[in-house]
């Protein structure tokens, strides 16, 4: 059973620029979820994806956007990057349907903006 | 609005003790709740994971007990061992939407040798 992973392990970017990050699905799982964890803090949740679509979001700006490809894998796209956006970003990946819809992590993506 | 709140932020123990790791969360009106371990920089691990209808997980040393009427939840380690240093998270997932789930703020354990 191949896990949750997530690419790039660690980012670099300046104020203003956009960034992509990726996280692919564990083996037979059907959604992805998005966090942020800034330094110190407990992750928040940004969006989860369901079938391709957005299926719920958190008190994050529109320059926050995703995608869910066929194969559940999924992208996270944030525009004009601000100095507020440097946190670890993480990828959750569960199963609709399941008995106890465990969520389970990828390593995360560092992201620093300068 | 459903917070959720760990106490204490940060805890150092010596090795071998037992300890519990305290968590709070508002509505109780949740579907579930988890437990998860963080190494510096590093992503999340589950441990236990409660159903809204249960009141108590085992998986090894570790420990954790729900009370959903009084929103309380407790993450007991056993036998604390140095290995067991890292920053310990809760979560909820809300019956109003459970897709999401909303941490509280972790604490960090060191366990000294």
């Known amino acids: 059973e191949t896990g949750v992973t997530q690419s790039p392990t660690h980012l670099i970017k300046t104020r203003g620029q956009q960034v992509t990050l990726r996280c692919s699905s564990q083996?037979?799982?059907?959604?992805v979820s998005w966090y942020q964890q800034a330094l110190g803090q407990g992750p928040q949740f940004i969006f989860q994806?369901?079938?391709?679509?957005?299926?719920g979001r958190g008190n994050f700006p529109p320059r926050f956007s995703g995608l869910q490809f066929p194969n559940y894998s999924s992208e996270l796209n944030v525009n004009a990057l601000e100095l507020d956006d440097s946190a670890l970003y993480l990828c959750?990946?569960?199963?609709?349907?399941?008995?106890?819809?465990?969520?389970?992590f990828g390593p995360g993506t560092r992201l620093t903006v300068l | 609005k459903q917070e959720v709140t760990q106490i204490p932020a940060a805890l150092s123990v010596p090795e071998g003790e037992n300890l519990v790791l305290n968590c709070s969360f508002t509505?109780?009106?949740?579907?579930?709740l988890q437990w998860f371990r963080q190494d510096p920089g590093k992503g999340l691990t589950s441990l236990l994971l409660?159903?809204?209808?249960?009141r108590e997980q085992t998986s090894g040393r570790l420990n954790a007990s729900l009370d959903k009427s009084s929103g309380r939840s407790t993450l007991y380690i056993a036998a604390s061992q140095p290995g067991d240093s890292a920053t310990y998270l809760c979560?909820?997932?809300?019956?109003?939407?459970?897709?999401?789930?909303?941490f509280g703020q972790g604490t960090t354990l060191q366990v000294k040798p």
């Open positions: 959750a990946s569960s199963l609709v349907g399941s008995r106890y819809n465990e969520q389970f």
């Open positions: 083996s037979g799982h059907n959604t």
């Open positions: 994806y369901y079938r391709e679509e957005e299926n």
């Open positions: 509505d109780s009106a949740i579907y579930n």
């Open positions: 409660i159903q809204s209808s249960q």
């Open positions: 979560a909820v997932i809300p019956l109003s939407n459970t897709g999401k789930l909303i």
